[in-house]
């Protein structure tokens, strides 16, 4: 990573600048570490260890949080997990994150098991946007990775969701060797199909059981080659600078690809991003080896809200240029995906 330091050029006091002058407006909130699938890449198969529930941040912490850090510029909310719709009542904590004035894009990643009972109350609580998260739709294939079964259960949310009207709804695919070759054109077909854009994520060393090896990732470049191959000639399509994900569609303009190239193609120089986790850890990198406790700040009944804002930007200040997952100093995070919040 080459990038160089540089001087502010936006007032540090009211937006959440790093030392590389990229502004931090995009939060992303773990709301449980808890899961209702075991995902090999994701989480470990047995004896997890989920956090107490005293330790997570309560819904009243969560929008206290956002409310301060609106305040800074954040204006980007997206609530992940572990799974976010095992935890109860998440439509309660969009209505009062919706009321949040400064917060102008709100989003949800999930797995999809439970979205078709949520998708209406989620709807009305005025959530739009939504990921769902399926790497095949061979059943087969969806047990092996998930370690549970439920893929019928994941496209009847995806289409509850298109009939309620959320819009954008993406999918989520990880690319992995020996998966994603036998699942891309059928995963492509249904994006043609549905109109739904499928975006291909590669697999990162964010796995519970520490088994990621480079040879494990189907990169972007061969996912572009198989789909021009198999289906017809992709075409890359105007994205937003800060999108991790390059959008492509096929010639015909029927279907939509996004590729999320994190290992072959870092995204790092125009990262916006930084997390929350559910016990209120305060994260300025996916792969960061270190953590802010913010929930000790949220919870203090002697409470400051200006020690929370230094607080803040001392964690957006001590970013790193990129991740150094093509490196041989890389070191795996101690949490897994599902425990830093995806
Ligand atoms: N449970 C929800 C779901 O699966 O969508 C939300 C949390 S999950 C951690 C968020 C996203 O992270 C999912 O799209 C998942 O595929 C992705 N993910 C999990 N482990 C990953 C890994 N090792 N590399 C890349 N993406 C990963
Ligand atoms: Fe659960 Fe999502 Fe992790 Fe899969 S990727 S184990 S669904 S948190």
């Known amino acids: ?15 959440l600048t790093d030392t590389f002058g990229r502004l931090h407006n995009n939060l992303r909130i773990s709301i449980t570490d808890r899961c209702n699938l075991r995902c090999t890449y994701c989480m470990p198969e047995e004896n997890v260890n989920y956090l107490d529930r005293a330790e997570i941040l309560s819904y009243e912490e969560i929008v206290k949080f956002i409310r301060i850090v609106s305040k800074l510029g954040v204006n980007k909310i997206r609530l992940t997990g572990g799974e976010p719709l095992v935890r109860q009542n998440v439509h309660e904590l969009i209505t009062q994150i919706n009321q949040i004035e400064d917060v102008e ?3 949800l990643t999930t797995n999809g098991i439970l979205l078709e009972s949520l998708a209406e109350d989620l709807y009305k609580a005025g959530l739009r946007r939504i990921n769902v998260s399926m790497d095949t739709l061979s059943e087969e294939t969806f047990k092996k990775l998930t370690r549970r079964e439920g893929l019928d259960k994941v496209i009847a ?30 995963l492509a077909d249904f994006s043609r199909e549905t109109g739904i854009e499928v975006r291909f994520i590669e697999f990162m060393p964010l796995d519970a059981d520490n088994e990621w090896e480079r040879d494990k990732v189907f990169f972007a470049a061969e996912i572009i080659e ?12 105007q994205t937003e600078k800060t999108s991790p994900s390059t959008s492509y569609e096929f010639k015909d303009g029927i279907g939509k690809i996004g590729i999320i190239a994190s290992v072959s193609r870092p ?15 305060l994260r300025n990198c996916l792969f960061s080896m270190e953590e802010t406790d913010i929930k000790s700040a949220l919870r203090n009944p002697q409470f400051n809200e200006e020690e929370l804002l230094d607080q803040i930007r001392s964690s957006i200040q001590s970013k790193n240029a990129g991740h150094a997952i093509n490196t041989a100093q890389f070191i795996q995070p101690d949490r897994p995906m599902n425990s830093i919040g995806g």
């Open 157 to 186: 949310g995806i289409k509850k969701a298109q009939d309620v009207g959320f819009d954008p709804i993406k999918i989520n695919a990880l690319s992995i060797r020996g998966i994603t070759e036998e699942t891309l054109v059928d």
């Open 226 to 237: 198989t789909l021009s191959k198999e289906i017809m000639p992709l075409v890359p399509v």
């Open 105 to 107: 894009d709100l989003g």
């Open 267 to 281: 995204f790092c120089e125009n990262c916006n991003r930084f997390r929350l986790t559910a016990d209120g850890k």
């Open 1 to 15: 990573m080459t990038q160089q330091r540089n001087n502010f050029q936006a007032d540090p006091l009211s937006v």
